[in-house]
């Protein structure tokens, strides 16, 4: 490959380099956001969704509460007629199937009248311990692994008016609260309402028989990349959280305005990449668009370089043409230097001085390093000569190795001293050391008419001159 082509080829590698990274670079941003967006957008519908149908809990939370509180004011089995109308009142006026009040050994009865005993129920155990203090919350009504629970209890713990303790609890039918929340308009992985405590109160694995949500806590099975203590925290101060889980993808917590509940969803990320793929399908249309543009707008960079490059050959090749200038120096060649010499002296007071200058050695350089080497060094002391004087002056190459240069103008022999002096001292600075070997520039010098009386005579006498210099020594000017 050329230099001259690098010259265009590194900057349009460097440019797609860029160009890669930071596209590479805007995906990453373009696609998390995205994500949030969509996350955001799920959220919304999500506790659009919680609080058109958190009213069933909300409002049965609500009346157990009620209903425990005013019960506190009787006693348990000596005002059962007031007590059974509270229970028949919250079957009434709640979706709560059946109400029961019960003492602290789980012996009791319901609205109707009938007696219950419920102490040898896996759950109640868990209700002395959490609600024997009092409070309202949620427990389901079996807590054993893979089961399905088609309702849950509402207990409320209640200090009777004799100071014993005793708990109030309602049945309230779920299944039907899942067909409501769950709707086909996202793809969510897992989603389900889950209570404070990991129990989960429906989910949406009846579109995936393998979710994991129908373990009996959701704790048990929460992906490692997220705090269960985060859910905890958002559902007890009833507030959204959003955000990624390392290792898994998203999380939405969406909690209930009823006792320590939330719709929670789980989104893979892989769920997430598909959700999002017509932003990133117009993200990669503007990516390829970019670097279409791109690639045509170096195409036509290009193209107008060949161009210009060709013109410029074109021109040179005119330029050479019309003053017959040598192709490997760019100097006038010995024809034309000689046709313009022959014009300048034909005029009236047509004097000057004329030198032929010859490179040592350099047949011997191209045959020990070749053509390319010898052509370099040609090049570079026709440079170096033809900077040394003026637009004026004719400058050529004479031979493969000789040079001509011809001064116009020069009368005096001031100007004849002045000139030799430079061409001398332009000699010595020509010299150079190659290979261990010095490589000098000899000169012959003739003046015109002096040495002859046309130029073909002149020139001939700048030859016998340079013969001379070579015998006396390297980097010689005679005359």
């Given at each position: 490959?050329?230099?001259?082509?690098?010259?265009?080829?590194?900057?349009?590698?460097?440019?797609?380099?860029?160009?890669?990274?930071?596209?590479?670079?805007?995906?990453?941003?373009?696609?998390?956001?995205?994500?949030?967006?969509?996350?955001?957008?799920?959220?919304?519908?999500?506790?659009?969704?919680?609080?058109?149908?958190?009213?069933?809990?909300?409002?049965?939370?609500?009346?157990?509460?009620?209903?425990?509180?005013?019960?506190?004011?009787?006693?348990?089995?000596?005002?059962?007629?007031?007590?059974?109308?509270?229970?028949?009142?919250?079957?009434?006026?709640?979706?709560?199937?059946?109400?029961?009040?019960?003492?602290?050994?789980?012996?009791?009865?319901?609205?109707?009248?009938?007696?219950?005993?419920?102490?040898?129920?896996?759950?109640?155990?868990?209700?002395?311990?959490?609600?024997?203090?009092?409070?309202?919350?949620?427990?389901?009504?079996?807590?054993?692994?893979?089961?399905?629970?088609?309702?849950?209890?509402?207990?409320?713990?209640?200090?009777?008016?004799?100071?014993?303790?005793?708990?109030l609890i309602g049945y309230l039918p779920i299944e039907d609260l899942a067909d409501q929340l769950f709707r086909d308009r996202y793809i969510i992985d897992v989603l389900g309402i889950v209570t404070i405590n990991g129990d989960i109160l429906s989910d949406n694995s009846k579109s995936d028989p393998n979710d994991f949500s129908k373990s009996v806590s959701f704790w048990e099975q929460l992906p490692p990349g997220i705090s269960r203590d985060t859910i905890r925290l958002?559902?007890?101060?009833?507030?959204?959280?959003?955000?990624?889980?390392?290792?898994?993808?998203?999380?939405?917590?969406?909690?209930?305005?009823?006792?320590?509940?939330?719709?929670?969803?789980?989104?893979?990320?892989?769920?997430?990449?598909?959700?999002?793929?017509?932003?990133?399908?117009?993200?990669?249309?503007?990516?390829?668009?970019?670097?279409?543009?791109?690639?045509?707008?170096?195409?036509?960079?290009?193209?107008?370089?060949?161009?210009?490059?060709?013109?410029?050959?074109?021109?040179?090749?005119?330029?050479?043409?019309?003053?017959?200038?040598?192709?490997?120096?760019?100097?006038?060649?010995?024809?034309?230097?000689?046709?313009?010499?022959?014009?300048?002296?034909?005029?009236?007071?047509?004097?000057?001085?004329?030198?032929?200058?010859?490179?040592?050695?350099?047949?011997?350089?191209?045959?020990?390093?070749?053509?390319?080497?010898?052509?370099?060094?040609?090049?570079?002391?026709?440079?170096?000569?033809?900077?040394?004087?003026?637009?004026?002056?004719?400058?050529?190459?004479?031979?493969?190795?000789?040079?001509?240069?011809?001064?116009?103008?020069?009368?005096?022999?001031?100007?004849?001293?002045?000139?030799?002096?430079?061409?001398?001292?332009?000699?010595?600075?020509?010299?150079?050391?190659?290979?261990?070997?010095?490589?000098?520039?000899?000169?012959?010098?003739?003046?015109?008419?002096?040495?002859?009386?046309?130029?073909?005579?002149?020139?001939?006498?700048?030859?016998?001159?340079l013969k001379r210099s070579k015998v006396v020594g390297k980097g010689i000017l005679s005359f």
């Amino acid at each position: 490959m050329k230099r001259s082509h690098l010259r265009w080829l590194i900057p349009i590698v460097l440019y797609f380099i860029a160009v890669t990274v930071i596209l590479t670079f805007y995906r990453g941003i373009i696609y998390s956001r995205a994500a949030t967006s969509k996350l955001t957008d799920i959220a919304l519908a999500i506790g659009e969704e919680v609080r058109n149908r958190d009213i069933i809990i909300s409002d049965a939370t609500s009346a157990i509460t009620v209903s425990g509180r005013a019960m506190e004011l009787y006693t348990m089995n000596y005002n059962d007629a007031q007590i059974r109308s509270f229970l028949k009142a919250l079957i009434d006026e709640t979706e709560f199937r059946d109400a029961v009040v019960c003492d602290e050994e789980g012996n009791g009865y319901n609205y109707a009248g009938k007696a219950v005993s419920i102490g040898d129920k896996e759950f109640f155990p868990y209700i002395t311990s959490e609600y024997s203090r009092g409070g309202t919350g949620i427990v389901l009504p079996d807590r054993s692994d893979n089961s399905r629970n088609t309702e849950c209890l509402l207990i409320s713990g209640i200090r009777f008016a004799n100071r014993d303790r005793g708990y109030l609890i309602g049945y309230l039918p779920i299944e039907d609260l899942a067909d409501q929340l769950f709707r086909d308009r996202y793809i969510i992985d897992v989603l389900g309402i889950v209570t404070i405590n990991g129990d989960i109160l429906s989910d949406n694995s009846k579109s995936d028989p393998n979710d994991f949500s129908k373990s009996v806590s959701f704790w048990e099975q929460l992906p490692p990349g997220i705090s269960r203590d985060t859910i905890r925290l958002s559902i007890s101060q009833k507030n959204v959280y959003l955000g990624p889980i390392n290792g898994y993808g998203y999380i939405i917590v969406s909690p209930m305005s009823s006792a320590g509940t939330a719709g929670i969803a789980l989104i893979k990320e892989e769920t997430m990449r598909f959700m999002t793929r017509d932003t990133m399908d117009s993200y990669r249309k503007g990516a390829f668009k970019l670097i279409l543009a791109s690639g045509l707008l170096i195409g036509l960079i290009l193209l107008s370089y060949f161009l210009s490059d060709l013109l410029e050959k074109r021109a040179k090749e005119k330029i050479y043409e019309a003053h017959e200038r040598d192709e490997l120096t760019g100097l006038m060649t010995r024809e034309s230097a000689m046709g313009e010499i022959k014009s300048y002296t034909e005029t009236v007071d047509g004097r000057g001085l004329l030198f032929l200058l010859e490179i040592n050695d350099v047949q011997a350089a191209r045959e020990k390093k070749g053509d390319t080497f010898a052509d370099e060094k040609l090049k570079e002391f026709a440079s170096s000569l033809y900077g040394r004087f003026r637009s004026t002056d004719i400058v050529a190459r004479f031979e493969d190795d000789k040079f001509m240069v011809f001064l116009k103008d020069i009368h005096d022999q001031k100007d004849v001293r002045k000139q030799t002096d430079e061409m001398q001292l332009f000699l010595h600075d020509t010299r150079f050391i190659d290979a261990d070997k010095e490589i000098t520039v000899n000169a012959g010098a003739a003046m015109y008419p002096d040495n002859g009386r046309n130029i073909i005579d002149v020139v001939t006498a700048a030859e016998r001159a340079l013969k001379r210099s070579k015998v006396v020594g390297k980097g010689i000017l005679s005359f």
